[in-house]
Structure formats: C-alpha cells, structure tokens
C-alpha cells in the first residue's frame, strides 16, 4: 500500500513523502480499514519533527483518526465485518490507504455526514469529551471557556457544547476567526491579541469550583502562578492526553463519545468544519497549512 513516511524525524514538511510500504496486518481482535480520509491534527507535526512518537505497537505512520470502509476483521471481532462504513481513533496510521486499528477504537459513520468527512471526528470528540466532559464534568447551565476556538478541537468543542446546554466564551487569534466561532454558536468571543485577557489569566478568570483542563500548550510550557486561589475558590487544574492511553481506555472513552456526542452528529446539531482537503501525495503542504494557523477546523487527507 502507499503510506506517507516520515523520511527524516526532526525535518521540516518536505519530509512527508508517499512510499510503497507493506500492507498493515490485523491481531485477533483488529478491523482493518481501507482509508478513505484521514484528518491532520497538530500533534502529527510534533511527530514529524521528532518527538512525538506512535506507541509501542501502532503504525510509524503519522495519522490519528480516519474514515474508510472495513476490509476484514481479525478473529475475536464481533461487531464489524467487511463493507461496514466506519470511523476510527487511531495510535497512528492514518496517513495511508490501509491501517489497523483494535475495533473498540472504531465508530459507525454518524447519519448525516459523509463516508469522507466522518474523518474528522474522533480525535476531537475523545479529547473533548473525555476531558471537559468526562473528567471535569462540565454540564448543562455553566460557562465554558475554549481558547483556540478556531482549531479543529474548537470548532467541534463549541458546537457539543452548545448542544448540551452550555455558555461557551472562546478565544482566537482574528476577528475572522471569531466570528467563525460566532455562527457555531459561540455566545462570547474574545481575540486574545488585542485585548487583554485578563488580568485574565486563566485561573484568575474561573469560578468557584472551577476547573482548567490543559490539552495542549500552544503558548509554551513554562509559566509562574500564584496558587491561593486554587485553595481559596477550590479550583481543580487538570492535564491529559489521548494518544497514549491503554487500548481499554480508548474503547472506554469511544463508546461514551458514541452515546453521548453521536446524537448531536446525527441531529445536524454537530458538524463538521473542514477547511481543506489534499490528496496523500500533498501531506507536506497540509502540515504547512496547519502550522501556518490560517486554517478554521480540520484539514483532511485523502489516499
Ligand atoms: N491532549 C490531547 O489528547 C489532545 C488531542 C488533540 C489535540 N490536542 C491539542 O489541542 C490543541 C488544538 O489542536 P488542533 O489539532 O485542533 O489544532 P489546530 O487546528 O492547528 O489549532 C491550533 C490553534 O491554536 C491557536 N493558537 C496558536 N498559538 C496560540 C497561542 N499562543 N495562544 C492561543 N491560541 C493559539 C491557533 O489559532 P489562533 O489564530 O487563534 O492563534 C490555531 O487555530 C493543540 O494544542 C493540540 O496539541 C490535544
């Protein structure tokens, strides 16, 4: 099959480059899914550039999400079989005509979405709803803050969150991008480069009992905090990522996206937003669209 391989870790796009490489092969309890897009996420430029490596045991390739149709399924799989339209989590892999993937980690494509764009959903919605919603329980009647509410995580946490019934303020770094946010259903919005957020730190702008969830770390690593206040208004700070998680979380973490953010889909209350799509052969110039940051949502592949 072709597969874009990262040439030369730690090199700059012009490192992704199509190569005939051998076809994935499924354990016992697998689904192999013959690709049909498979959607970029910021965390494969990390891998390209070095270090952000696939877990023990997934494809080398970059790609943490596709769509496709089912191929063949390994033995003990009992829900899928050969024709089914699907969607997956992926530990890797996605960036190639065919990739494996245990079947707790793959979704039937929701009503209303096509076999193409379905790609764009299951990175977003496992990280969006394992964090907020099921970690920090974020519920109906509360406020929201998304900073980054342009990017492919933004676009799909406003529209879930919207759907269950809460205040979404977001941040973003234009006023195009903004008002973007605006028609998904962002009720306050806020450009973090021309105004001041706070004072605004986050801790300082949370509630009583209020909680930050730290995804990502777009503007570095490093900061200083003054921590009474998490003590005086009984703040919980909390961090997590997805892609090293155990298979068993993963399929945890699935089977409640399905039940709780596939309605939404189904309904038309959640759509994806899918600003681009190139072919496999264009992997390089979909990383520079992602680090260029002029994008609003997700950038797809396609084999
Ligand atoms: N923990 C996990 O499991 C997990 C899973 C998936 C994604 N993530 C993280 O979630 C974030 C979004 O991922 P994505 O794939 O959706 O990315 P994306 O679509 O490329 O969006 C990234 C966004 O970050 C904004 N940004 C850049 N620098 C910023 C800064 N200093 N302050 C505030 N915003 C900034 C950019 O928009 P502006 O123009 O507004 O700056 C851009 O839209 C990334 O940090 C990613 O690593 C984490």
Known sequence: MKAVVITDPGGGPEVLQVKEVDDPEIKDDEVLIRVEASALNLADTSQRKGYYPAPPGCSPYPGLECSGVVEAVGKLVTRWKAGDLVCALLGGGGYAEKVAVPEGQVLPVPANVSLRDAASFPEVACTVWSTVFMSSRLSAG????????????????????????????????????????????????????TEDFVERRNLDCLAYEGRLFIIGFQGGFLTEVNLTGLLL???????????????????????????????????????????????????????RLIESSKHIGKILLLP
């Open 233 to 287: 208004r009984r703040l919980t700070v909390q961090a997590a990522g997805l892609r090293y998680r155990s298979y068993e979380s993963k399929a945890a973490i699935v089977r409640e996206v399905e039940k709780n953010v596939w309605p939404a889909i189904t309904e038309g209350k959640v759509k994806p937003v899918v600003f681009k799509y190139f072919p496999l052969s264009e992997a390089a110039e979909a990383h």
């Open 142 to 193: 509360e406020t929201f803050l998304i900073h980054g509410g342009s990017s492919g995580i933004g676009t799909f946490a406003i529209q879930i969150a919207k759907y269950h019934g809460i205040r979404v303020f977001v941040t973003a770094g234009s006023d195009e991008k903004l008002a973007f946010c605006k028609n998904l259903g962002a009720d306050v919005d806020i450009n973090y480069k």
